[in-house]
C-alpha cells in the first residue's frame, strides 16, 4: 500500500518537475558567502525549511554559496583541501537536515553554464547548491587581491574563481548570473522566500566583508521582484546580544556545527567547535521585508 | 591466573597499553550505542575533551549490540553495525575538537570472565570502546537479554555476531571488573564508572537493558572496590525541566548528531526529533545524574551488609540494614552465576536484620551475596571451607 502511493508520488513530482524547470509551490533561497554561514546564522529556518521541504515535494531549498570559504590568510593559494573539506562538512549538514524525511540517497553533481559561467550544482533531494567559488575576501583582508567587496566597489574589474573554471568580468556579470540562476531555479513558484545577510552594515555591524556582499549581491539580484518575502539575518554581532532561542533551536544549530566540524577536523583543518562559533548558535536576529 | 593470560594476550597482540600511566579513567557504560550521548553527553564529552589532551582515559563499553531487533523486523545486522559507526562517529568529533585527527585501531580481544570471551576492542586516541554485542533485549524484555541473563531465566547469552557466549551473570560481571582492571591499571588510576540508574525512584520507567546494564555496573564497582559511580537518569529525564547551559546543549547535540548521520548514512532512520514531546532532542537537552558513591563511601556503604564467619563451615549470620521500607531481594550466587538460595524476598521496614542460613550443604569455594533495597546494591563475598 505505502508502495503504490510512494510510486503514484514519484510519477507526480516526474510530470511536475523536469529537470529544474518544475512547478514548485515554493522554493526558500539561502544566499551566503562562505558554506558554514547559514548554519550558524541562518540554521533553524534553513533546518525546518530543508526538513519541511524534503517532505514535501512540491517545495524546495537553494543554497547558493559565492565563495569558496577557502580562509587564505597565509595569502598563499588557496588549498583545495581547505574548501572542498568546508563544502563536504555543508553536505553533510544538508544531509543530516534532509535524510530526516525519506530514503538515504546518492548526491547529483551536476557542472552548469549559466551566462557562460561554469558552475557547480549539487542536488541532495530538494536541496540544490551552486557553488560559485570566488575567492574568499579574508575578513576585509582581501589577501588574493580579488573579493566580492573589491568587485562591487570597482576595485577589481573581473574575479576568478579558486578553480579558476570561470572569470566574472564585474559586479553586473555576476549579478546577471545570479538573478538568472534565482529566475530559472524559481521557475514561476508562486511562493519565493531569501535568506541573507543583513546587508545594512548599521543595523548588521562587524560582519564579513563577503557575508555583507553576498547580501548586497541577493538584493541586488532580487530587485524589481514581487510577491516575495525576505529575511536579512544580522550575524558575528549576535554573539554580543542575549540568547534568544530555546533549547531544541540550541540543539539543531549545534547539529549542523558538528556535521561541519566532523568534516574539518577530519581532513585536518582547524576545528570549527569554538568558543565564538558555540555563542552563534543560542542566537538568531533578524528583520522580515516582504515585497 | 586467566585475568594474568589475558592481560598477556594483549600485549602478543600488540594492544597499545600507552594509558598505563592515565591519572583518570572514566568508564561508560551504555545499553545501546546512543545512551552515552543521549543521557551522559554532557560528562562524557568533558572527559574525552580530557582523554584526547592525553592526560586521562575514557572507556565506553556497549553492552548489547543495540540491534533493535525487537519487532520480528527480521535479523537487522546492518542496523547495529550502523549505530556502531554513528558512535564512533561521536567519539571522532568530540575528541578531534581537542587534539588532532587520528587513526582507529580496532582488533578483538581475548577477555575472561569465567571463560575467555572474544571481544571487539576500538580506540581511537585514549578512547577506548568494548562492543560486548549482547542482544538487544527490547522494552518488553526478550528471553535473549541481560535482565533475562541476570535473574537466571536463561543460563547463558551469546552475541549477536555469535563472537562469544556468557555462561551466566556471574560470567559476564567478571568479564566486566576484568576490563576495568585492565583499562585502569587495576586501581592505579582515579577511576568513575558512569552508568545508567538502576533506581526506579530516581529513574522512573527506563529501558530494562539501560537497566540492567546499571546494575552491572554497579556491582562490578562495588567488588572492585576502587571506583566512583554516577548514574544517570533516561527515557525519564525527557519529562523534567531542561537543566543544561547553551555550551551543554550543544555537546549533547553534536554527539547526537553524529549518531543520526551514522544511521542515515547507512539508510536507517533518523534520530533527530526535535518534533516529538519525548524524544531524542528532548533527552540530549536534559542530563540529570547523582553520585551513588564514591571509592571511600562505597566501602562505607558495604558495611550495611556483613556476614559472621567468614570463611564459613556451616550455620552464617548474615545482617543486614534498611534504611528505607520497601522491597528486599537477597540471593546467594556461587561464583559461575549459579543462584544456589533465595534468602530474602519480602518488603522490609526500616531497620537492622539478622538471619540464619544453613549453608553446610555448599561446597567449598567461593560465593557471592547480593543484596537489593531501593536505591541500593551491595554485594558481599564469602568463602565455604
Known sequence: MIGIKKIALILLSTILCINSYCQYAAVSFYIVAHPDQWQLFMGNDAFNDIVKKTGNEQSKVMLIYTTAGDESYNGNTPDPNHYLAREEGARNSVEFCADIHGDHIPWVLDRILVRGHSILKYTYKNVVSYLLRLPDGCNGNNISGQSLQLLHDSLVQSI????????????ADLDSTLREIVGNEAANAPHL?????????????????????????????????????LKLFQENKIANLPVNLNDKDIATKAALLSQIDYVRTMRGLPTAWTTLNLMYLSRNYFRTITK | MRQILSLLFLLITNISISFAQSQKVSYYFAAHPDDWQLFMGVNAFKDIAAASAGNSKVVLIYTTAGEYNCYNLGVNTPYYLSRQAGANRSVQFCSDIYSPHATWNTSIVSISGATNHNILRSTYKN???????????????KNT??????????????????????????DLVRTVINIIDFE??????????NASDWDPLTNLDDHPDHVQTGLLATEAANRIDYANVALFEGYHSCTEASNLAPDEIAMEAGLQSQLSFGLTDNGWESEWDPQDSCGHVDWATRNYFRVYS??????????????????????????????????VSITLFDSYGNLKAILVNENKDIGIYTINYEAGMLPTGNYIIYARSSGNLNTLKFMKL
Not at chain 1, 160 to 171: L, N, R
Not at chain 2, 184 to 193: K, L, M, P, T
Open chain 2, 184 to 193: 585502569s591499571n587495576a586501581g592505579q588510576s582515579e577511576v568513575w564508572i
Open chain 2, 127 to 141: 578512547i577506548v570502546s568494548y562492543y560486548l554485542r549482547l542482544p538487544d533485549g527490547c522494552f518488553e524484555r
Open chain 2, 294 to 327: 564514591t571509592a571511600a563511601k562505597a566501602k562505607v556503604s558495604n558495611t550495611g551488609l556483613a556476614i559472621n564467619p567468614n570463611p564459613i563451615r556451616n550455620t552464617v549470620n548474615l545482617t543486614y540494614k534498611i534504611m528505607e521500607k520497601g522491597p
Open chain 1, 160 to 171: 576568478t574563481t579558486v578553480d579558476s573554471t570561470t572569470t566574472y568580468s564585474g559586479w
Open chain 1, 193 to 229: 522566500y531569501f535568506n541573507t545577510a543583513d546587508a545594512d552594515t548599521a543595523t548588521n555591524q562587524g560582519d564579513d566583508p563577503d557575508n555583507i556582499y553576498a547580501g548586497k549581491l541577493c538584493m541586488d539580484a532580487i530587485a524589481g521582484m514581487q510577491g516575495i518575502s
Open chain 2, 145 to 170: 537479554s541481560i535482565s533475562k541473563l541476570a535473574d537466571h531465566t536463561v543460563r547463558s547469552l551469546e552475541a549477536v555476531d555469535s563472537s562469544t557466549s556468557y555462561r551466566g551473570y556471574e
